[in-house]
């Protein structure tokens, strides 16, 4: 047990009014009696058996409210008494001032989420002992909030909230903990009357908005690349700079919300763990995801990616959970791998095992407050400083599948998989990604950290506590004696002593070391060639396919314990084998090149090698299922249109089937790759791409299946006709024009094309993949089915007469 900061015991005479009469003191007493401050003060805690501090509760009821009142009644807490007063104040005033952006009652002294991390720094001082400089510290806080609401009121009727969900008034603010900087700024967390949640960062512009931003970013730009060896997916998010004259001091960001794919990933009794929770075909897609993240971290430096920086989550509209970095600030870095960008963690090295891919449901979080209450017996409180770490309710870096299984490792062709197909995409288009970066430049900063952020934290938890040296460069032993993370520059110990993490950053153009101010101030520290923006990377990494070996090695390190080195992995294109921690290789295949691309590496070398890649072998297994599925569908589909599709019963068969085969055909594709002419013969080929055509229920894989068929097209394991059948009917089934006339629909008992995006481009599209002109194949299609008028070839239609899903000739 560490020595208390503070302690009193329950009063058990008459309850004492607030010194001097103090209204905002007595609100918040009788707030913390009614149970509604929560944040507002340190939270009670208790340890448990495993050395972790688990949250039992706020202060709350009669109990905690006499004792505070006591409290607040000494003369050594009235810096938080005039605290409490001001803030009161301020309220009052700032609701006068912008009542019609915000919901009646919304700014309250009472407010934990809001004003808690000021209020529960304010009180440890105080019960510590400490000077604290209440009216500045108020100063600071409520000068941050007022440029809050000024920029809002000027930015919300801006285009960036043009959404419905972002309409105001604000019906909720809270302060982010952690660090603060420039000035005692936090990121605030802004909820909207239309339902929708953004974070205002109070800071200049940095990677969220040139990597990372939904519109005109590095990211979006990779997105709609057509892709070189598979599809990448990058996370992007809605943000934007403010407007104004100090443009460049703040931004607006989309928040993340946890996924409705949620659950409990690991229980014991009386405690439970909560994360991200997958079946297996969206576990594959999300680790793919996540290795393309992985890989484009890699390549443009993109440093502190641990738990808090990214998240599991969805945006509005999403289906599918993916890893976000909701705070991107230090990129451009000159990392030496994957390691460094915090996404791993090598724990042999001193890096904490919370990393951005976390690879195990682990208890304990990285996070926990400064301080905390301990109960006494007769029901006092005890304030401690935190000397252990807090267990964690939840997590948003856990991912799990539905069998309990954590982390990339049981996914680990797909996880490889996504970082190759980005960084081939990233090598095929270098040149167009550094004129993008070049041309970012003129507004974009990125964030240089002195010393690991930890030392940051524990200097300012040492002054508010009281157990810091005088303010001076050095903290800790004599100079000849202290660890470089301990010693503090003048810039540093200013920032400091403000109670604020040192924040300085630079130009992504480069230049001197700057801080925050109004101009930014330049700071004389020189920049050695570790500091970002980093010209070399900015420039020359990921400028050929060599250049990801150290980061697939890193990531096989990561999780070789959690992996048998003694299998083979080899799905998804990719064949891994390990034989040793340190040593390995894995492969790629390449379709499109005929080519496989192998990584090898030992101890001290990383080594790459092309080589061709084998056609794959027929497989006769695979033909007759397909044709066997066919010809089921056929029949059945012949006995439901004979019915003119009133036949529920024969409908539901086709349903299972189809449901059944499609799942059977995720697995060929993960084994084989697309079942072209190659593996299952002209036939079998034909039949795969017809019970695409026909599958039901989500379309994700389809439309995987679409991107496949055009690569194997291109390759000549299909005829090119393929590929517009199936992309007709995906565009149909998701209520979009067709693109190549293949669907047709029965209007008024005669055939005619179902509607088309470009009806007067269709014969070119269709003469680029080598088919007939649309009023030949049209005539043909009339003169083989209209006299069956809603009787098509039944392996055609896939549903009545309307949707187009015809036979082609």
Known sequence: MTEPLW????????????PNGSVATEKVVEAVRAGTTRRLFPAVMSLTDDGLLVHERYLEGDGDAALLAATLARPGFSALTELLDALDTWCGRATRRHGDLLAPGLLDVTDGDLFGPLVTEAFTACAAGVPYAAAEQHARWTDFLDHF???????????????????????????QTGETHNGRRRVLR???????TLAYKPRPPGGELLLLASDNSVFAFLNSLPPVTGPVDLPVLRCTAGTGRDRSEYTWQEWVEQPSQWGVIRSIPGRRLSGTRLGRRQAERYWRRAGALAAAAHRFGIADLGEGNVLSGTRPGQREPMLYPVDLEIFLAPLPGLYDTGLIADTEAGDHHHPGLEDQARWCGIDGPVTHFTATAGGGLRLERRSRPC???????????????????????????????AW????????????????????GHVRVLLKPTAAYTEALADRLTGTAPPS?????????????DTVFGPDEVAQLDGLDVPYFFRRVSGGPLLRTGPPHTAVTIGAPPQWPPSTAVRDGRGGDLAGLGVALRDALEYVYGHVDPHDTYDTDGVRVRLSGRHTGEVGFDWPEAARRVVYLWDHGTVRIRVEPLPRPAPDADVRRRLLRIDRTDAVLRARWAASRFTDRETEDRLRVLTTAAIRWLEDVVKCHGWPGRALVGPAGAAAACRLVQHAEGPTAFQHECLRLIEQAAREGDLPRRQVAYVTDALRIRDGRPQL?????????????????EHPDRVDALRRGLRMEPLARYAARVRDRYQPRTGRADPRGISSPPGTGNERPG
């Open 740 to 756: 190549y006339g293949t669907k047709f629909r029965l209007r008024e008992g005669n055939l005619e094309p179902c509607p088309m």
């Open 190 to 196: 802004v909820s909207m009357s239309g339902g929708g």
């Open 7 to 18: 302690e009193a015991a329950r009063p058990t005479g008459p309850r004492k009014p607030g």
């Open 391 to 421: 267990a964690r309710t939840r997590t948003r870096t856990v991912v799990a599948d539905s069998r309990g299984r954590t982390g990339y490792g049981p996914y680990l062709s797909s996880f490889l998989r996504g970082m190759f197909d």
């Open 424 to 443: 081939a995409l990233m090598c095929r288009h270098h040149e167009a990604i550094r004129a993008f970066l070049t041309s970012g430049e003129q507004d």
């Open 149 to 175: 609401l000024q920029r809002l009121a000027r930015d919300v009727t801006g285009p960036w909230f043009d959404r419905p969900s972002l309409r105001p008034p604000v019906t909720g603010i809270e302060a």
């Open 472 to 484: 001076g460069t050095r903290t800790g032993a004599p100079h000849d004696e202290a660890a470089p």
